[in-house]
Structure formats: structure tokens, C-alpha cells
């Protein structure tokens, strides 16, 4: 029997086909927020910040986003670390106001200041009952990190750059300050994406031990795309082997 869609119903009928069609070609599904809560804290230089915590427990995993993506892109590994007993913060960097889910950080976008974004990150997790933190930044996020845990009286059990450039706009990860960065780190980057896979191996040759290996994996993405590219089950789970290492849950 032929049922009949009013006209009124088929624009939205049409639309509801069209989710279930892209569902059906592989589409990513949206990110599970039902275990998060969102959270507001301040930068160390007071700069009022957005971002969702995800799990418990009592080593942190502090994620930070590259341009021009925000918080969300983390959402789907922060679940997934979330799963393996982590503490996990996403957030946005000043500047950074995608709205709804994705948060709304205040200030404009400094990039050579946004260190002290992940300072406040770290202070937020603390106050949450970790005692011990990591550090994962995609591209900016990655230098970020790197500059955060070189500051004086800064405790971070491992850093992972994922195509972290050695400097952009007056955030610079450079030799001299590397050797104050006694944290492990790993530095990761596509081989198709030439210059960061030149930045990794430069940081890699400069960065005091304990650090490495250099993973330059086989595939052209860049930052968090490489969690989602073709070789995006291999990149989370170097990234997880070395937290469990190195920053275990």
C-alpha cells in the first residue's frame, strides 16, 4: 500500500533520508557528549576559557587544538581515553568561539601568548584531583605545549606534538628552551606533510632526552586529521601505548 507524504512533511522527510543516506556511506557519527560536562577557567594571565572535561581519574590528558579547528575535533579520542581511565580536557584557545557545544573562550587570538592558555588547562585538571598530567597538541597546540611544560616549576609527565611547527607568530619551542622541558616526549607528523615532518625532526634533534621515537608516519595529514585520516587507528594508538607508558591511568 502507497502511503502518501504531505507536502509539508517532504522537505523534512527529505532531510531525515539524507542524514540516514550519509549514516549509510560512512559518515562520521557526532561525537557522544553524554559522559562531559562543560567547564569555564581562566588562562594564567587571566584570560576566561571554555572547554569539556571528560572521565575521571587521576592523570589528566590536557588536549590542544590546532588552527583553524577548535575543541571539537577532539571530541571523539577524548571519549576514547576517556574509556581508558583518563581525565581528559578539551578546550578552546583565546579567540576561539564556535559556540554550542564547541564552547566560547574569551580574548582575541595571540597565538605567541597561548602557552599560558595551557598553564590554565593544567591548573584546572589539578583542581580537579589529578596528580599526574599530559600534554597532547595538535600543530599550534603541540608548540603550545611544548613552551608550557618548559615553564619554571611546570610537572607534566609527557608531551605528544601531533605536526607541531618549532615556531609560529612569536611562539617559539627552540633549543634553548627545549633543554627545560624534562618531560617525555614524542614528536608525530605525516610524511606527506613535508614542513611538519621537518619540524618533527628537527624538534626531535634538539629536545634533551628522555623523548622519541620519532614517528613520521605514512600518511599526508596534518594535526588531529591524522587521528582521522588513513592512518588513524595507527596514530591514536602510538599516542595511547605512550601515555600508558609514560602517563599511565
Request: hydrophobic share 45%.
Amino acid at each position: 500500500m502507497r502511503v502518501a507524504v504531505p507536502f509539508r512533511a517532504r522537505p523534512i522527510a527529505i532531510v531525515l533520508l539524507g542524514a540516514m543516506a550519509l549514516t549509510a556511506c560512512g559518515g562520521p557519527p557526532p561525537p557522544d557528549l553524554s559522559g562531559s560536562r562543560p567547564v569555564t577557567f581562566e588562562s594564567r594571565d587571566g584570560v576566561r576559557l571554555e572547554g569539556r572535561l571528560f572521565g575521571h581519574g587521576s592523570t589528566a590528558v590536557v588536549l590542544s587544538h590546532m588552527r583553524p579547528a577548535d575543541q571539537r575535533s577532539w571530541f571523539a579520542f577524548a571519549n576514547r581515553l576517556a574509556d581508558q581511565g583518563y581525565l581528559v580536557l578539551t578546550y578552546d584557545f583565546r579567540g576561539y568561539c564556535p559556540g554550542g557545544e564547541g564552547g566560547c573562550s574569551q580574548g582575541e587570538l595571540q597565538i605567541s601568548a597561548i602557552w599560558q592558555d595551557v598553564l590554565g588547562a593544567m591548573d584546572l585538571v589539578r583542581s580537579q584531583g589529578a596528580t599526574t598530567v599530559a600534554l597532547v597538541g595538535a600543530s599550534m597546540g603541540g608548540t603550545a605545549s611544548l613552551v608550557a611544560a618548559a615553564q619554571e616549576g611546570v610537572d607534566v609527565a609527557a608531551v605528544v606534538t601531533l605536526s607541531a611547527p618549532g615556531s609560529i607568530e612569536g611562539l617559539d619551542a627552540d633549543a634553548a628552551l627545549l633543554q627545560h622541558v624534562s618531560a617525555n616526549k614524542l614528536f608525530i607528523a605525516g610524511v606527506g606533510d613535508a614542513a611538519a615532518a621537518a619540524s618533527a625532526e628537527q624538534l626531535y634533534e634538539i629536545a634533551p632526552p628522555p623523548k622519541g621515537p620519532l614517528e613520521i608516519v605514512p600518511a599526508d595529514d596534518h594535526g588531529t586529521d591524522l587521528l582521522t585520516g588513513s592512518r588513524g587507528e595507527a596514530v591514536q594508538r602510538i599516542i595511547e601505548t605512550y601515555l600508558a607508558q609514560f602517563a599511565p591511568p
